[in-house]
């Protein structure tokens, strides 16, 4: 067993995508989208209407489990950068960050980093879930979030809402 020094507390995954970065932050700006390209399905869904536009913003998640988090985003740049730290409804952060960074790759385009810090954890309940927070979730979701970011909106095609993608 690697004791919790052993486990990296900064965990990154990325990927270049065949879409602008305005097409892959709108779904990454827009919590009610998120579920579609969770790729550690933990997200049930997002009220509509809570499309991220500044730092300082705090959105609404309901996870599969039933749970609801408050995530505060605490970085915003429109179309390159986002970062918001989650916590339970009506309590400070505990100190866990999700930061999503794109960067134009030329034309069309962009190279996307999901990155989970959990360097300021102080919720010893949470310490179990972060430790095992691996590169290859992450990049379960940026693989999700480049299908649909290349396909387009598949919310015009039902049957294909539901996207899994097997990572190589």
Same mark, same amino acid.
């Given at each position: 067993?690697?004791?919790?020094?052993?486990?990296?507390?900064?965990?990154?995954?990325?990927?270049?995508?065949?879409?602008? $970065?305005?097409?892959?932050?709108?779904?990454?700006?827009? $919590?009610?989208?998120?579920?579609?390209?969770?790729?550690?399905?933990?997200?049930?869904?997002?009220?509509?209407?809570?499309?991220?536009?500044?730092?300082?913003?705090?959105?609404?998640?309901?996870?599969?489990?039933?749970?609801?988090?408050?995530?505060?985003?605490?970085?915003?740049?429109?179309?390159?950068?986002?970062?918001?730290?989650?916590?339970? $409804?009506?309590?400070?952060?505990?100190?866990?960050?999700?930061?999503?960074?794109?960067?134009?790759?030329?034309?069309?385009?962009?190279?996307?980093?999901?990155?989970?810090?959990?360097?300021?954890?102080?919720?010893?309940?949470?310490?179990?879930?972060?430790?095992?927070?691996?590169?290859?979730?992450?990049?379960?979701?940026?693989?999700?979030?480049?299908?649909?970011?290349?396909?387009?909106?598949?919310?015009?095609?039902?049957?294909?809402?539901?996207?899994?993608?097997?990572?190589?």
């Amino acid at each position: 067993m690697t004791s919790q020094d052993e486990v990296p507390r900064v965990v990154s995954a990325g990927r270049e995508i065949a879409a602008g $970065p305005g097409e892959i932050f709108e779904f990454i700006a827009d $919590p009610a989208q998120q579920p579609r390209w969770d790729g550690n399905e933990n997200l049930a869904g997002a009220p509509g209407g809570q499309r991220v536009r500044r730092a300082g913003e705090v959105f609404l998640m309901t996870l599969t489990n039933g749970g609801v988090r408050e995530n505060h985003v605490v970085e915003f740049d429109e179309g390159r950068c986002i970062a918001w730290k989650p916590a339970e $409804p009506g309590q400070e952060p505990p100190g866990h960050l999700w930061r999503w960074e794109l960067e134009p790759a030329g034309a069309s385009r962009t190279r996307v980093t999901c990155t989970y810090d959990w360097t300021q954890l102080t919720d010893s309940v949470r310490l179990t879930r972060a430790r095992a927070m691996t590169r290859d979730m992450l990049r379960a979701s940026v693989d999700r979030l480049a299908v649909l970011a290349q396909v387009g909106a598949l919310s015009d095609v039902p049957e294909l809402a539901e996207v899994h993608v097997c990572s190589a």
